[in-house]
């Protein structure tokens, strides 16, 4: 049996980023409460799927060199059938839960835009959010496009040249948001959820795969720098407000000033190898934690909504606060244990390369 592709860190961060998430979406109503500092950390914990993004092209296009280089080549119909197992089911579950419980004379949703992942290009037709169970979904929507197409160009591109050819989509896609701010007159939900907006951090994340593919990175940082590093990253996240869109440079630069310092937060964390990383890496409680992760970020929007609806609890925000993270996660928990992990183990016969175990 072939070695467990496996990166000890991973879902640690994969939980801190779906946990900040969570946060973000319990705190909205409160954020007129807070001094302008944290007020500004609160508003900017969105960058949290912006690092999923990254995670995601990382790992997944690590996967495919892996069994290109193993198999010769590279299943796309397995590839599909994984990701299909993966994210379906429980993104259906949601849509179904939204469509059965929480449609209102409010709001009109366009629910097959939604069925066939195109729910990100509704929002921005509507140019507004829709019911707060479906907000999360366009993150998944463009995520699929991604693995739509990246896996057959994968496989047809030489390995050398993959280099080029994830440089050229983050290009492409800094293009696109140029020309989306100079052609769009309302245009921040283009800039924020556009597939071409985001696809560059899908192959930011293929570059760090290719290239650890290549040099299989290693670091010796001790804990201690990478806490001075994460505190200039939260000082970061309190001044500069990383969804202002209002001038060309805003809309096309300055996302890379998070998403750079996200990724070095990546390297230095899964591919360090210093001694004093292991207790919070190998932490079981927060490796599961990253497991149900998918869990927490689609179950979240959808319980707090529910949970606002109460009078008392948004008068009450600590007791609201504890209550959306209980909840979410003891969701996510049994989510995973009864309903995802049927078809996680389903997914495992499809996989040439073998990760971590469900």
Do not use: C
């Not at 609160?42 to 949290?48: E, F, G, K, M, S």
């Not at 993959?162 to 921040?188: C, E, H, M, P, Q």
């Not at 924020?192 to 795969?209: K, R």
């Not at 060309?248 to 899964?270: D, E, G, N, Q, R």
């Amino acid at each position: 049996m072939s070695k467990r592709v496996y990166f000890n860190g991973l879902n640690v961060l994969r939980f801190f980023a779906a946990f900040a998430v969570l946060i973000f979406h319990s705190s909205q109503w409160y954020h007129y409460k807070f001094d302008t500092p944290f007020k500004m950390f609160l508003h900017n914990l969105p960058v949290a799927v912006d690092f999923f993004f990254i995670l995601s092209g990382f790992l997944i296009i690590y996967l495919l060199l892996v069994e290109k280089h193993k198999s010769g080549s590279i299943s796309l119909k397995n590839f599909y059938i994984r990701r299909f197992l993966r994210i379906f089911p429980l993104y259906y579950l949601i849509i179904l839960i939204a469509f059965l419980f929480l449609q209102t004379h409010h709001d009109v949703v366009n629910w097959d835009k939604f069925l066939y992942f195109w729910g990100n290009f509704w929002l921005i037709g509507k140019n507004a959010w829709t019911l707060s169970a479906l907000n999360p979904l366009w993150s998944i929507s463009i995520e699929e496009h991604f693995y739509l197409v990246v896996p057959f160009l994968v496989m047809i591109t030489p390995v050398k040249y993959l280099k080029y050819l994830f440089s050229f989509i983050i290009l492409f896609s800094f293009g696109f948001r140029y020309y989306a701010t100079k052609t769009i007159t309302d245009n921040w939900m283009t800039i924020y959820m556009h597939t071409f907006s985001q696809m560059d951090l899908l192959a930011i994340g293929g570059l760090l795969a290719f290239y650890h593919y290549k040099h299989k990175l290693r670091f010796n940082f001790s804990i201690s720098l990478y806490t001075v590093f994460l505190f200039a990253f939260v000082i970061l996240m309190t001044l500069v407000d990383s969804k202002d869109y209002t001038n060309l440079y805003f809309a096309t630069v300055k996302k890379y000033l998070f998403a750079i310092p996200l990724l070095f937060l990546l390297i230095f964390f899964v591919f360090n190898e210093h001694h004093s990383f292991d207790r919070i890496k190998r932490n079981k409680y927060l490796n599961y934690l990253g497991k149900i992760s998918y869990g927490i970020y689609l179950y979240n929007a959808l319980f707090i909504e529910l949970l606002e609806r109460n009078d008392w609890l948004r008068s009450h925000y600590a007791v609201k606060l504890v209550l959306d993270i209980a909840i979410t996660l003891l969701a996510a928990t049994l989510s995973y244990e009864f309903f995802e992990k049927q078809f996680l183990k389903l997914k495992n016969k499809f996989q040439k390369i073998k990760t971590e175990k469900v």
